[in-house]
């Protein structure tokens, strides 16, 4: 191989925090090691809080606009976009994935993949499939660009025995991670050198009070009259969540909350971007980024000319990357219907949220006064929210086709 053909793999962490892999809340040896010797983006924002939209996001580049996958089970992707697999594959590589969770054919994700393989989720590094994903990604003729995604961190979490103890972290979520950390380190020997290598999450989650019977009961009766029955909820969730901040693990996190999809939060959308391999310095970019930055990085990274019309950019070179608006969606499953969906921006220390299909108040957050997004600001400034409101895509979501997805999302949870 050329030196200018490098191998390009994404291992993509389903439910991955960014705070848990920069923090002290779990015990990750090997991702701290990466981190030194890679360009670390730690303000890095998901696309939506849902797996299939973010994917689609990371391997195209574009909003969901421009994708077409606008939910679990809203798509598929558009025949137009450009794709991972599409530009390497043109550029002379061999592209393959491995996937899980909601990433079936249906969504039209597998388009352009000369090998698209799925496995249940049951099938984990957590036990003897790690050997099958060490052999199929040694055995990647090269030049080849792999896409990887991981579930051993989404719910219901299982934490080998052997990590279910304090010192790898206060909750279940932080354990798996410890243990993930491990073999993550011998799964990533596999690939051969001259391989880039990029640590992603889709998205964030809410992990703290899971199984707290309480919380049970309150999200319950909440997402009955905010769901099904249409009814604003927000401000008597937020006085919950104050008053029970202190609540479980030290994490950030709402009370209300669980898992994701459902709201637009930081804990939620803030995940990780590690890249490493030739040619690529240590570097930190704190400047705001977003997943659609991705697919343009890795195409700079390997030196794949990067198309026109991205919704992303290159984080390359680091050093002038400035802060970039944020497009975040709330788009899940659990949300039960499209009236449900919520659309934020991030930018210029705050974040602007609103549902488009309620006809209720949007809310502001000042980031800096209130990182934990518990208190809206009052009579927000007009002109800055217009400002804010300006920063949504200019396109409509569209309305997308309802995929046959129903059986794996009831396997996976979700109905």
């Not at 594959?89 to 799925?118: I, K, N, S, W």
């Not at 199929?136 to 991981?150: K, M, Q, T, V």
């Not at 409101?389 to 979700?414: C, I, Q």
Request: charged share 25%; hydrophobic share 40%; aromatic share 6%.
């Amino acid at each position: 191989m050329s030196v200018d053909r490098l191998n390009v793999l994404v291992v993509c962490v389903d439910c991955l925090r960014q705070d848990h892999v920069a923090g002290p809340a779990a015990d990750t040896p090997f991702l701290d090691s990466l981190r030194e010797s890679a360009l670390t983006a730690t303000e890095m924002y998901a696309a939506a809080t849902t797996t299939s939209p973010c994917v689609a996001s990371l391997l195209t580049g574009t909003d969901a606009e421009r994708h077409g996958i606008l939910s679990l089970d809203v798509g598929p992707l558009a025949d137009d976009v450009p794709t991972f697999a599409g530009r390497f594959g043109d550029a002379g590589y061999h592209t393959a994935a491995l996937v899980t969770g909601p990433l079936v054919a249906e969504t039209g994700l597998d388009r352009g993949f000369d090998d698209y393989r799925y496995r249940e989720p049951e099938a984990s590094l957590f036990g003897p499939w790690r050997e099958t994903a060490e052999e199929r990604l040694a055995a990647l003729p090269e030049p080849f660009a792999a896409y990887l995604h991981l579930w051993e961190l989404h719910e219901d979490v299982h934490v080998p025995p052997a990590f279910d103890e304090p010192r790898y972290g206060e909750t279940p979520y932080a354990r798996a991670l410890s243990a993930l950390d491990r073999e993550l380190e011998a799964l990533l020997e596999a690939p051969p050198d001259g391989t880039l290598v990029a640590v992603h999450g889709d998205h964030g989650e809410s992990i703290t009070n899971r199984h707290s019977s309480l919380r049970l009961g309150l999200k319950s009766l909440r997402d009955a009259l905010k769901y099904y029955g249409g009814v604003d909820t927000r401000g008597p969730v937020r006085r919950l969540n104050r008053a029970l901040a202190d609540r479980g693990a030290d994490v950030a996190d709402h009370y209300l909350e669980n898992g994701h999809g459902e709201n637009v939060f930081d804990f939620a959308a803030n995940v990780p971007f590690l890249l490493s391999g030739p040619g690529i310095e240590p570097a930190t970019v704190d400047a705001t980024t977003r997943q659609v930055d991705v697919l343009p990085t890795l195409l700079s990274a390997a030196g794949v000319d990067i198309p026109e019309g991205l919704d992303g950019a290159s984080l390359l070179p680091p050093g002038a990357v400035d802060d970039r608006p944020a497009y975040v969606r709330a788009c899940g499953a659990s949300m039960r219907r499209r009236a449900n969906w919520a659309r934020a921006v991030r930018a210029d220390g705050r974040k602007y949220v609103e549902h488009p299909d309620r006809a209720w108040p949007a809310t502001l957050y000042d980031l800096e006064a209130d990182p934990e997004e518990l208190d809206p600001v009052v009579d927000p400034d007009p002109e800055r929210v217009a400002a804010l409101r300006r920063r949504f895509p200019d396109a409509e979501l569209g309305e997308g086709d309802r995929l046959d997805v129903d059986d794996r999302l009831r396997a996976l949870g979700y109905r």
